[in-house]
T-cell receptor, first 116, second 113 residues
């Protein structure tokens, strides 16, 4: 079974600054996907970024980027130029590469507050 | 393109009752999965349906069941409700691999009194 650990329950950052959220995972699988999801106060989970384990290049989506270290089983999220709208709970998630795409294992989440 | 729609948004039930939650996936998505979110347990996978077949099931008692219809809409049922079933129930739809992305609805907040 896979486990996902987010060691930072809460974090805060000043608007326009950069913040990094940590995530580690444990798996014996070689092929898998990693995701960061955002859950704002509205409760709707939104995909932030996706990384395929076989790709060495770190994924980037506008102000969001990841640092994927496969050997260390680490997958951190960097948010640059933080905005007030980034305030949310962030979840790291793991998904095995097989046909059963609906099953993901989530970490406990990190609550991020962006301060004006 | 419409997103994932979950109904109802809020539900209040009493112990022993049963409840049915509904989820309409994004058009073209054949995979629908359900998650339970609580402050103490976080996000827990309940089950996943693909083309009307349950492909995966999490570690929940048999009181939790679901089904998927031919139009990909899914329902989740919880029988003999317990206080511990109070949670936010999230539905997610997906195209499947290789994309693997989950698209979530806004959830149903269930309170069991």
């Amino acid at each position: 079974a896979q486990t996902v650990t987010q060691s930072q329950p809460e974090m805060s950052v000043q608007e326009a600054e950069t913040v990094t959220l940590s995530c580690t995972y444990d798996t014996s699988e070689n092929n898998y996907y990693l995701f960061w999801y955002k859950q704002p106060p509205s409760r709707q989970m939104i995909l932030v970024i996706r990384q395929e384990a076989y790709k060495q290049q770190n994924a980037t989506e506008n102000r969001f980027s990841v640092n994927f270290q496969k050997a260390a089983k680490s997958f951190s999220l960097k948010i640059s130029d933080s905005q007030l709208g980034d305030t949310a709970m962030y979840f790291c998630a793991f998904m095995k590469e097989d046909t059963n795409a609906g099953k993901s294992t989530f970490g406990d989440g990190t609550t991020l507050t962006v301060k004006p | 393109k419409a997103g994932v729609t979950q109904t109802p948004r809020y539900l209040i039930k009493t112990r022993g009752q049963q409840v049915t939650l509904s989820c309409s996936p994004i058009s073209g998505h054949r995979s629908v999965s359900w998650y339970q979110q609580t402050p103490g347990q976080g996000l827990q996978f309940l089950f996943e349906y693909f083309s009307e077949t349950q492909r995966n099931k999490g570690n929940f008692p048999g009181r939790f069941s679901g089904r998927q219809f031919s139009n990909s809409r899914s329902e989740m049922n919880v029988s003999t409700l317990e206080l511990g079933d109070s949670a936010l129930y999230l539905c997610a739809s997906s195209r499947g691999f290789p994309e693997g992305k989950l698209f979530f609805g806004s959830g149903t907040q269930l309170s069991v009194l």
